[in-house]
């Protein structure tokens, strides 16, 4: 049962990082956001293909160098984040309202989705 679970979340996240990957092509810095979701599809797609390299210390600080670097990326966003409100709009509920409607924070919103 929890195969078939395992199975199912990779897919589903193999083919919504997949999409994520292809409509950032419209994006202003397309680069970045690309290969930032194009890392958690193939690590999906490993995953769906075989589990014998969770064995392999290699692959495990592979995980945590990447899961680091979105940590990083996610508290750069997220201070660029606080840098705007503290410079905007002083109403909470106003900027939060707003903030998918700001490019970083759908990028905040998008590296807290790759973390997941």
Same mark, same amino acid.
Not at 9 to 38: E, G, K, M, R
Not at 41 to 60: F, G, M, Q, R
Not at 65 to 73: P, R
């Given at each position: 049962?929890?195969?078939?679970?395992?199975?199912?979340?990779?897919?589903?996240?193999?083919?919504?990082?997949?999409?994520?990957?292809?409509?950032?092509?419209?994006?202003?810095?397309?680069?970045?956001?690309?290969?930032?979701?194009?890392?958690?599809?193939?690590?999906?797609?490993?995953?769906?293909?075989?589990?014998?390299?969770?064995?392999?210390?290699?692959?495990?600080?592979?995980? +945590? *160098?990447?899961? %680091?670097?979105?940590?990083?990326?996610?508290?750069? #966003? /997220?201070?660029? !984040?606080?840098?705007?409100?503290?410079?905007?709009?002083?109403?909470?509920?106003?900027? +939060? *309202?707003?903030? %998918?409607?700001?490019?970083?924070?759908?990028?905040? #919103? /998008?590296?807290? !989705?790759?973390?997941?």
């Amino acid at each position: 049962m929890a195969l078939c679970v395992s199975l199912a979340t990779n897919f589903l996240f193999l083919t919504f990082f997949s999409l994520a990957a292809y409509v950032q092509q419209n994006d202003p810095n397309p680069y970045l956001w690309v290969i930032a979701y194009t890392v958690p599809a193939v690590i999906c797609l490993a995953e769906l293909i075989t589990d014998k390299h969770k064995d392999y210390p290699t692959y495990n600080r592979l995980h +945590l *160098s990447l899961l %680091l670097l979105y940590f990083l990326l996610l508290l750069y #966003l /997220g201070a660029k !984040l606080l840098f705007m409100f503290s410079a905007a709009d002083k109403r909470l509920y106003s900027f +939060l *309202s707003h903030v %998918l409607q700001i490019e970083n924070g759908r990028e905040f #919103l /998008g590296v807290c !989705l790759i973390i997941l």
